[in-house]
């Protein structure tokens, strides 16, 4: 192996439902509570964290995201969750590309938010260049084993349209499951592994995403160099993202002020 592959930190993006658990997530992985965990969906910031995380001889930076649910967050918050969401992009496009995306959910029905977050990571933020698995939490009292759960609900999930590269249905919660605390541990440590840093894709540096070329549609109208002034990328978001009209329009004009302040 290359000598600068094996000192370079893996950047793992995760994200996903709000109150799914993704702080333990983090903490479970690293053996160690790194992350502080929180039960208030709004938390105190709509920034990502980033925490640094070490096993198995490797390095790992785990950038924590904010749920994207506009329900809970409002629509304002949402907008900001959105930016942010697109600035930690351009800052690991900057710092060595994304090598893994990690959607994180609770044991439940996949619902349009649900699938709508998925789509703004996946093919919004990254092109489906990233590989991107899912993360299922709370199966603490799973009758049988814990990727049951998948076994009786993976056809659901590629009904919608949803592919993952690979899975781990896991509880983050030690109290009285430590086998299964445990297990889980294993299942996602193995996952990341196999799946980021043997993963059968390089790290995502970055292209020429619908985001850009959304930014550069939006220069063009603030310039006044669009060769088309109907130009409208709501309708894209909402087609793309699956976001309602209101929403989509809300987004472009929040990326249209700022565009035109540069």
Not at 168 to 184: D, K, L, Y
Not at 185 to 191: A, H, Q, V
Request: glycine residues 8%.
């Amino acid at each position: 192996m290359n000598p600068d592959a094996r000192n370079k930190h893996t950047n793992v993006v995760l994200f996903g439902q709000g109150g799914a658990g993704k702080s333990s997530l983090v903490n479970l992985i690293a053996g160690e509570n790194v992350a502080k965990t929180s039960n208030d969906l709004t938390r105190c910031t709509l920034k990502w964290e980033e925490h640094s995380v070490n096993f198995g001889g490797d390095s790992y930076n785990i950038f924590d995201t904010v749920g994207l649910e506009e329900p809970q967050l409002g629509i304002p918050q949402y907008l900001d969750a959105v930016e942010n969401a697109y600035s930690l992009i351009q800052k690991l496009e900057r710092q060595g590309g994304i090598d893994l995306l990690m959607f994180c959910m609770r044991a439940g029905r996949l619902t349009a938010t649900l699938q709508n977050n998925y789509r703004l990571f996946n093919e919004f933020l990254c092109e489906k260049k990233v590989p991107i698995v899912i993360v299922i939490t709370y199966l603490e009292n799973e009758v049988g084993e814990m990727d049951d759960w998948w076994k009786r609900n993976e056809k659901a999930f590629r009904h919608q349209e949803f592919y993952v590269d690979g899975h781990a249905c896991i509880t983050a919660i030690q109290g009285n499951c430590p086998e299964r605390h445990e297990q889980s541990r294993t299942t996602l440590r193995k996952l990341v592994k196999e799946c980021a840093t043997g993963g059968h894709k390089r790290a995502w540096k970055g292209g020429d995403n619908l985001f850009v070329s959304l930014m550069r549609q939006l220069r063009g109208l603030v310039s006044g160099k669009s060769r088309s002034k109907k130009d409208n990328i709501a309708p894209r978001l909402t087609k793309k993202c699956g976001l309602s009209p209101e929403l989509a329009k809300q987004l472009a004009d929040r990326i249209k002020k700022d565009v035109g302040a540069t």
